[in-house]
Every structure is written in C-alpha cells, then in structure tokens.
T-cell receptor, first 111, second 114 residues
Framework: TQLLEQSPQFLSIQEGENLTVYCNSSSVFSSLQWYRQEPGEGPVLLVTVVTGGEVKKLKRLTFQFGDARKDSSLHITAAQPGDTGLYLCAGVSNAGNMLTFGGGTRLMVKP | DTEVTQTPKHLVMGMTNKKSLKCEQHMGHRAMYWYKQKAKKPPELMFVYSYEKLSINESVPSRFSPECPNSSLLNLHLHALQPEDSALYLC?????????????FGDGTRLSIL
C-alpha cells in the first residue's frame, strides 16, 4: 500500500503570510495531484505534476514535484482569506489511476 | 458548478431502510468512482467502474452495493447501514483509468444513519 504523509495537518495564519504544505512518501508515484476542498463541496483539482523536478505555478500557488517523484510541496505566497480550505495531495500509482490521498492540510487564513 | 452531479445532497435514514445515492456525468468519462469521506479525513476509495464494469472493490461491506446502469450514471444502493457509515459520499469520474488524468468530483451526499 502506498502511503502519503501530508504536513502540517492544520495551519492558521494571517492574511499576507506565506506558507508551505508538504506531501511525502517512500513510494514512487507516476504523478501527483493537488486538490482543494471547501465545506459542503467535493475536492476540486488545482494541478497535476508528472515529471520529477517539475514546478508549476497557479497565480500565488507554486507546486513542486520531487526529483524522485516521491514527494511534493505546495507554496502559497501572500495568503488571502479566500485560500481557506482543505488542501489534499493525491498520488497516482504506476499501476493505474488510483488516487492515494494524503491526510489533508486544513488551512485558515484570517483577515 | 461541478460537472458531476450527485443526488440527494443530504440523506438521513434508519438502519433498516433501503436507499440509493445517484451520480451523473455527461463528460463522456468512462471511469467512475465512489469514495467515502469522514469528517476531517481525506476521501477513501470504495469502488471503481471502468467501461461500466466493476474493476475495484476496496473490501467494502456488502451493505453497500454499486451499480453502473450506463456510462453516465453510477448508483450506490444502501441497505442495513450502521451509524459508523455516516459520512460524505463522493462520486468522481475521469476519462479512463490507467492514466494520469484528473478525477472530477461531485459535491457529495452527506449521509446520516440514525
């Protein structure tokens, strides 16, 4: 079974601060996806990273896939209250499209 | 608005009831999934359908019975559930299994078992 450790579990910061969420595994994934989930809704895909060492930017969000494709990070610059939510990383196994979710990071950005 | 539609949004049922959760997508996706998500936890995979055939059952109890009547619809039939089955049930779809394609999630059905 492939496991993904996500940290931190909870993060409460002030508007304008920067933060990084980490996703680590001892297993290699063919790709890694990041989702954001708001209360009462399903997860919404933010990005998929596929190549080891890949960096993708989505406005103030920067996603990185580790060289060995075992870990990933999400960095948010100048966080805003609208960034509040549950952030989930999910690894895609080499065998198929089965997602293994990390435990999630619950982010609260206070104005 | 999500492109995967789940009904009902909320469901309260007794342990002896029989009910069904419904999921619909019109994106032409051939893979559909059921997940269970407990409060403050990540989604856990229950079932995977590929081209309308059940391809993965993650050791889910038989009181949960999935059905895929056609490529756009996915049902989850519920019978004799337990209080610990109370959770958010999420449906997702993707173009196919076996690739890095993203999964599109519905907003879920919040199920409460009395």
């Amino acid at each position: 079974t492939q496991l993904l450790e996500q940290s931190p579990q909870f993060l409460s910061i002030q508007e304008g601060e920067n933060l990084t969420v980490y996703c680590n595994s001892s297993s290699v994934f063919s790709s890694l996806q990041w989702y954001r989930q708001e209360p009462g809704e399903g997860p919404v895909l933010l990005v998929t990273v596929v190549t080891g060492g890949e960096v993708k930017k989505l406005k103030r969000l920067t996603f990185q896939f580790g060289d060995a494709r075992k870990d990933s990070s999400l960095h948010i610059t100048a966080a805003q209250p609208g960034d509040t939510g549950l952030y989930l990383c999910a690894g895609v196994s080499n065998a198929g499209n089965m997602l293994t979710f990390g435990g999630g990071t619950r982010l609260m950005v206070k104005p | 608005d999500t492109e995967v539609t789940q009904t009902p949004k909320h469901l309260v049922m007794g342990m002896t009831n029989k009910k069904s959760l419904k999921c619909e997508q019109h994106m032409g996706h051939r893979a559909m999934y059921w997940y269970k998500q407990k409060a403050k936890k990540p989604p856990e995979l229950m079932f995977v359908y590929s081209y309308e055939k059940l391809s993965i059952n993650e050791s889910v109890p038989s009181r949960f019975s999935p059905e895929c009547p056609n490529s756009s619809l996915l049902n989850l039939h519920l019978h004799a559930l337990q209080p610990e089955d109370s959770a958010l049930y999420l449906c997702a779809s993707s173009q196919e299994t076996g690739s890095n394609q993203p999964q599109h999630f519905g907003d879920g059905t919040r199920l409460s078992i009395l």
